[in-house]
Nanobody
Framework: QVQLQESGPGLVKPSQTLSLTCTVS??????????WNWIRQPPGKGLEWMGA???????YYSPSLKSRTSISRDTSKNQLTLQLRTVTPEDTAVYYC???????????????????????WGQGTQVTVSS
């Protein structure tokens, strides 16, 4: 019953900020336990976890992207937002939002769930970074 829908511009120029929204229906992003994730998949490559925001509002980032990434939420709209700054063509990917279990962190940073640990996914949205 939970549905997630990504939206935002499909084309972003290099050096600019990629901004996406994930609209959630059928469940509240503040419901206890669940974490709400952003994941991307560049063409020909595997899934890359970018970060997540917990039901509590705590935010977690992939160490490789945290310097450029901002995740937030609007609880009144039941929406998640992703901003990725200073994009390059290497940021071209299909971007997904997905619901998953608690994020695991260590002294080396945080990592995302395994693919089979997510229970709901958005359909993904293609974002191309090009001038």
């Amino acid at each position: 019953q939970v549905q997630l829908q990504e939206s935002g511009p499909g084309l972003v120029k290099p050096s600019q900020t990629l901004s996406l929204t994930c609209t959630v229906s059928g469940g509240s992003i503040t419901t206890n336990y669940y974490y709400w994730n952003w994941i991307r998949q560049p063409p020909g490559k595997g899934l890359e976890w970018m970060g997540a925001i917990a039901y509590s509002g705590n935010i977690y980032y992939s160490p490789s992207l945290k310097s450029r990434t901002s995740i937030s939420r609007d609880t009144s709209k039941n929406q998640l937002t992703l901003q990725l700054r200073t994009v390059t063509p290497e940021d071209t990917a299909v971007y997904y939002c997905a619901r998953g279990p608690p994020i695991r962190c260590s002294g080396y940073g945080c990592s995302g769930p395994k693919e089979d640990e997510y229970d709901y996914w958005g359909q993904g949205t293609q974002v191309t970074v090009s001038s």
